[in-house]
């Protein structure tokens, strides 16, 4: 079908309700309920802001909410709160809640470690009298290269109960992107792992920290916690300190600095079209009071709650879900290092029977994995503690939203996929679990004091069902303040292209039921012979086809027919990649959408580009098959090393065509 077809899919969409038993116990019971709660919120969006910091703890609050308009607004100006404080001493100070677990922590190999409440506040506290010692205060910037350790947790923690700004980067990224990241910020202070896991191979991450730290830089002193105990790594004497010895030495007594709440808190780099990325800029406090709503309103979290979020620390997903907006709830969640799908295929059924997991986030690419490696896999484990699955990163397509709804969520669980970005720091978009109905490929309904709208090139309203620049009009707490160093792009980027409004880069639709379907980003509609078709619907018909793992579609330009589609897909071991699978793969999609969608050829690759967070970097395979290689910023991707690898396949495929 063609977009209009989608739309008219949109339109007719099935609505399946959260089950009554779920509703009683969530915080948002009906829809009717959701729909009063939001425009309250939108009539008086400073009361319900209100309200959301009645429910944390202040060092000083001021009467004013919120003041200006974008870009230049603020949030309980003048008043001060300490992150940390709402995340760890508030729990660890209460006689119910100081001995509850805040983290399992699980490693690739098989490593199960737990910290309590009131074990996380005295490890906080003496990594923070550690960055004293070093010098650090109040607006420094560190670079933090570790993966999901409890430890990390501890590292950001401290930084925020001390107003140092802090930066992680993927423990997997190149030396070049590592670097990149702490010459742009000015760290002061790397603070790193001596290794990672992943996939049972052992990354050096020392390694790649020296190498980024080659030439001339702003580091004066690198961290590195051993996390494999008797690997040796290079230690400078006058630069590198060990993490264990320093806290051996700490006093773990530290109190919690003011900081006012539109004060920097962290920095987060995205991946730049072209050039290098830029840093997103969020204010501490700001951040604090999104997040907290987020996690309390769209993953409904309660204090009996064994959550499981996938995110790595690396992506800002598990800074909003899980280091803030987890913490500052007080429920006990689960932090997993390394692969997912490692050592075996059904690790996250294992994770989730161990624990009895009841609410789950990841992402759309591992729904899909899941999918792809079987029922007959999830029927071994009971996962009937599941009540939520929840998603965000890519659009979640109807068809793994049925599987994952039957198959790990025994036909009762609440799906929410929602829709956020890093900018946006949390998820302007997502279900209300107990009371908004369900429709498989929507992400939900504006979020409470959130004014979404979908609008023409002119910044008018379309009318309902019809696809247009989805925007947010009013400004909301966790919404990124700036790009590091460089005001005029922040301005020019997110709020020059329609003024008075947050321009989301995305297109969307809103049906008749005010719910939202994000089609993607704005250049990811291929206009092929006046037929306007979405990639995220190409590549959902490739993905249900049985020899599919993944695939991705991309624009490439033609003098007769404008663009054409070109598939990149990654397949099944069990099935071969040759010419008799792609003509199948193109008879699918003429098929499921129509001729003028078939793909002008497939690419069998075994790696795709992808970012931190599981997203295929489209943009670098447009760059490979209009220019045979990749010349934008590159810095941005989980593995650098694969491009090499990715180019090499792409190249020989075309080749192979040609001749």
Same mark, same amino acid.
């Given at each position: 079908?063609?977009?209009? @077809?989608?739309?008219?899919?949109?339109?007719?969409?099935?609505?399946?309700?959260?089950? $009554?038993?779920?509703?009683?116990?969530? @915080?948002?019971?009906?829809?009717?309920?959701?729909?009063?709660?939001?425009?309250?919120?939108? +009539?008086?969006?400073?009361?319900?802001?209100?309200?959301?910091? *009645?429910?944390?703890?202040?060092?000083?609050?001021?009467?004013?909410?919120?003041?200006?308009?974008?870009?230049?607004?603020?949030?309980?100006?003048?008043?001060?709160?300490?992150?940390?404080? @709402?995340?760890?001493?508030?729990?660890?100070?209460?006689?119910?809640?100081?001995? $509850?677990?805040?983290?399992?922590?699980?490693?690739?190999?098989?490593?199960?470690?737990?910290?309590?409440?009131?074990?996380?506040?005295? =490890?906080?506290?003496?990594?923070?009298?550690?960055?004293?010692?070093?010098?650090?205060?109040?607006?420094?910037?560190?670079?933090?290269?570790?993966?999901?350790?409890? +430890?990390?947790?501890?590292?950001?923690?401290?930084?925020?109960?001390?107003?140092?700004?802090? !930066?992680?980067?993927?423990?997997?990224?190149?030396?070049?992107?590592? /670097?990149?990241?702490?010459?742009?910020?000015?760290?002061?202070?790397?603070?790193?792992?001596?290794?990672?896991?992943?996939?049972?191979?052992?990354?050096?991450?020392?390694?790649?920290?020296?190498?980024?730290?080659?030439?001339?830089?702003?580091?004066?002193?690198?961290?590195?916690?051993?996390?494999?105990?008797?690997?040796?790594?290079?230690? *400078?004497?006058? /630069?590198?300190?060990?993490?264990?010895?320093?806290?051996?030495?700490?006093?773990?007594?530290?109190?919690?600095?003011?900081?006012?709440?539109?004060?920097?808190?962290?920095?987060?780099?995205?991946?730049?079209?072209?050039?290098?990325? $830029?840093?997103?800029?969020?204010?501490?406090?700001?951040?604090?009071?999104?997040?907290?709503?987020?996690?309390?309103?769209?993953?409904?979290?309660?204090?009996?709650?064994?959550?499981? &979020?996938?995110? *790595?620390?690396?992506?800002?997903?598990?800074?909003?879900?899980?280091?803030?907006?987890?913490?500052?709830?007080?429920?006990?969640?689960?932090?997993?290092?390394?692969?997912?799908?490692?050592?075996?295929?059904?690790?996250?059924?294992?994770?989730?029977?161990?624990?009895?997991? &009841?609410?789950?986030?990841?992402?759309?690419?591992?729904?899909?994995?899941?999918?792809?490696?079987?029922?007959?896999?999830?029927?071994?484990?009971?996962?009937?503690?599941?009540?939520?699955?929840?998603?965000?990163?890519?659009?979640?397509?109807?068809?793994?939203?049925?599987?994952?709804? /039957?198959?790990?969520?025994? &036909?009762?669980?609440?799906?929410?996929?929602?829709?956020?970005?890093?900018?946006?720091?949390?998820?302007?978009?997502?279900?209300?679990?107990?009371?908004?109905?369900?429709?498989?490929?929507?992400?939900?309904?504006?979020?409470?004091?959130?004014?979404?709208?979908?609008?023409?090139?002119?910044?008018?309203?379309?009318?309902?069902?019809?696809?247009?620049?989805?925007?947010?009009?009013?400004?909301?707490?966790?919404?990124?303040?700036?790009?590091?160093?460089?005001?005029?792009?922040?301005?020019?980027?997110?709020?020059?292209?329609?003024?008075?409004?947050?321009?989301?880069?995305?297109?969307?639709?809103?049906?008749?039921?005010?719910?939202?379907?994000?089609?993607?980003?704005?250049?990811?509609?291929? !206009?092929?012979?006046?037929?306007?078709?979405?990639?995220?619907?190409?590549?959902?018909?490739?993905?249900?086809?049985?020899?599919?793992?993944?695939?991705?579609?991309?624009?490439?330009?033609?003098?007769?027919?404008?663009?054409?589609?070109?598939?990149?897909?990654?397949?099944?071991?069990?099935?071969?990649?040759?010419?008799?699978?792609?003509?199948?793969?193109?008879? $699918?999609?003429?098929?499921?959408?129509?001729?003028?969608?078939?793909?002008?050829?497939?690419?069998?690759? @075994?790696?795709?580009?992808?970012? /931190?967070?599981?997203?295929?970097?489209?943009?670098?395979?447009?760059?490979?098959?209009?220019?045979?290689?990749?010349?934008?910023?590159?810095?941005?991707?989980?593995?650098?090393?694969?491009?090499?690898?990715?180019?090499? =396949?792409?190249?020989?495929?075309?080749?192979?065509?040609?001749?």
């Amino acid at each position: 079908m063609s977009l209009e @077809n989608e739309i008219d899919f949109i339109q007719k969409s099935e609505s399946i309700n959260p089950s $009554k038993e779920y509703r009683a116990k969530s @915080n948002v019971q009906s829809f009717a309920e959701y729909k009063a709660i939001y425009q309250q919120s939108i +009539e008086n969006p400073d009361q319900f802001w209100g309200q959301i910091a *009645d429910e944390l703890d202040w060092i000083h609050r001021e009467e004013r909410v919120s003041e200006g308009a974008m870009p230049e607004f603020s949030f309980f100006p003048g008043s001060q709160i300490n992150v940390c404080q @709402n995340c760890v001493d508030r729990h660890a100070n209460h006689p119910q809640r100081r001995n $509850k677990v805040a983290i399992y922590f699980e490693g690739e190999n098989g490593e199960r470690r737990s910290f309590t409440y009131l074990q996380l506040y005295r =490890e906080v506290q003496k990594f923070s009298n550690v960055l004293l010692a070093l010098g650090l205060s109040k607006g420094d910037v560190v670079s933090v290269y570790m993966q999901n350790l409890p +430890e990390t947790y501890v590292v950001l923690l401290s930084c925020l109960r001390l107003g140092i700004i802090y !930066n992680t980067v993927f423990a997997g990224f190149s030396p070049e992107a590592l /670097r990149d990241r702490i010459v742009h910020s000015h760290a002061k202070v790397v603070i790193c792992a001596n290794a990672s896991y992943r996939r049972g191979k052992i990354l050096n991450l020392k390694e790649t920290v020296d190498a980024a730290l080659r030439d001339e830089h702003p580091v004066q002193h690198v961290i590195v916690y051993s996390r494999i105990k008797d690997m040796q790594v290079s230690m *400078d004497p006058m /630069r590198d300190h060990d993490y264990d010895e320093l806290m051996r030495c700490a006093s773990p007594v530290c109190e919690a600095i003011p900081l006012d709440c539109n004060d920097p808190g962290l920095l987060i780099f995205t991946s730049g079209t072209s050039g290098k990325p $830029k840093g997103i800029v969020h204010a501490g406090g700001g951040f604090l009071l999104g997040t907290y709503a987020y996690s309390k309103y769209q993953l409904d979290l309660h204090d009996e709650d064994i959550y499981w &979020n996938t995110a *790595d620390i690396g992506w800002l997903t598990a800074h909003i879900f899980v280091l803030v907006g987890g913490l500052a709830l007080g429920v006990t969640t689960i932090i997993y290092e390394g692969a997912i799908d490692y050592p075996h295929q059904a690790r996250v059924y294992e994770m989730i029977e161990y624990y009895q997991v &009841n609410k789950l986030f990841s992402a759309p690419t591992a729904y899909r994995m899941l999918m792809k490696y079987g029922e007959d896999l999830a029927k071994k484990y009971d996962l009937s503690s599941i009540e939520l699955l929840a998603s965000v990163g890519e659009p979640l397509n109807p068809e793994a939203w049925h599987w994952i709804y /039957r198959v790990v969520g025994g &036909n009762r669980a609440v799906i929410n996929n929602t829709w956020g970005q890093t900018e946006t720091g949390g998820t302007p978009l997502a279900s209300l679990p107990g009371a908004t109905p369900m429709k498989p490929g929507s992400c939900g309904v504006p979020f409470f004091g959130h004014r979404l709208d979908v609008v023409d090139q002119e910044g008018h309203t379309v009318p309902v069902g019809t696809p247009g620049f989805l925007v947010i009009r009013t400004p909301f707490p966790a919404l990124a303040r700036d790009v590091f160093g460089d005001r005029e792009r922040y301005i020019n980027n997110y709020f020059a292209p329609m003024p008075g409004t947050y321009f989301t880069g995305d297109s969307a639709v809103c049906d008749q039921d005010g719910q939202y379907w994000v089609l993607g980003r704005i250049d990811d509609v291929i !206009n092929v012979s006046g037929h306007r078709i979405s990639t995220m619907e190409m590549e959902s018909s490739l993905i249900s086809h049985e020899a599919v793992m993944e695939a991705a579609v991309v624009a490439k330009p033609d003098d007769i027919k404008g663009t054409v589609p070109i598939a990149f897909v990654s397949i099944d071991t069990t099935y071969t990649a040759n010419e008799e699978l792609s003509r199948a793969l193109q008879r $699918k999609i003429v098929a499921d959408i129509g001729s003028f969608a078939k793909p002008e050829r497939i690419h069998f690759v @075994n790696v795709m580009p992808k970012t /931190r967070s599981g997203k295929i970097i489209r943009r670098m395979l447009r760059e490979i098959i209009e220019e045979g290689t990749v010349h934008g910023d590159a810095t941005g991707l989980e593995d650098s090393d694969i491009l090499v690898t990715l180019i090499a =396949e792409v190249n020989a495929d075309s080749s192979h065509h040609n001749d």
